[in-house]
């Protein structure tokens, strides 16, 4: 689009404007008001949520205990390597008691192919010691209790109270931190920031939707090397367009992966 002589970009900065600012993570926050912002992230939402409906969580569990226990296991490792191991784990190991009394040699036994699996084993076990000890075999359902337990940090425990509590979590990975900064909604490194500025954009029941959303997204569009941004949905309102892969369509489409990929094309095309 061409106004006054200046080529604009899709989200209606002059180029020079909207390259810098999204190049460098500055000065698109000091042209866009807070409200706009929230307007912003709220459509980013929407877009997410109608190419992505089904978005849940891809690790299998029936119950908090496992929710926890893969949450751990999928550290630096796939969904789907987790899915693998955990059927056997937990019926060797069905509960906190049974982790409780196993050796770290036996667990290491059932986890080895999900990587780092001496620390892994080490804290599942010291996790059936706390939550008997502190919890009377229970998982704990607030963040102030999941983050004392061994292996628990803040993105396991808002995955643990967004999926198994049912209570609303922003799960802050790695796919969720780069598209944050990405889309513009941030500048913060630190996932607990992240967090903290999603939380003041995105409504409270939709932030565990949404942080399976997001985190498809990347998988799916918003690849960490080279992203499809000629065929992404969220062109018009993600200040990292054109900046983190290729604009052209054609060369963009190649890069759009998995199951949804129809209809993020789709969208894309609605959304142009
Ligand atoms: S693919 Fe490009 S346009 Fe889409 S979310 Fe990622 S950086 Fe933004």
Known sequence: MVRGGQINRPCGLPY????????????MATTETPLAKVRRARRISRALHR?????????NFDNPYQMVVATILSAQCTDRRVNTVTPALFQRFPGPEDLDNASVEEVEEYIRSTGFYHNKARNLVSLGHELVARFDGAVPDTMA???SL??????????VLGNAFGKPGITVDTHMGRLMRRFGLTDAKDPKKVEQDVAQLIEKKRWTPFSHEVIIHGRRVCHSRKAACGACFLAKDCRGFGVWGPTNPDEAEKLVKGPERDRILDLALGGH
């Open 145 to 147: 209790d999941l983050v």
């Open 51 to 59: 190419a992505y409906p089904d978005a849940k969580a891809e690790l």
């Open 16 to 27: 020079r404007r909207y390259v810098r600012g999204a190049r460098y993570g500055v000065g």
């Open 150 to 159: 061994p292996g628990v940090g803040r993105k396991t425990a808002n995955t």
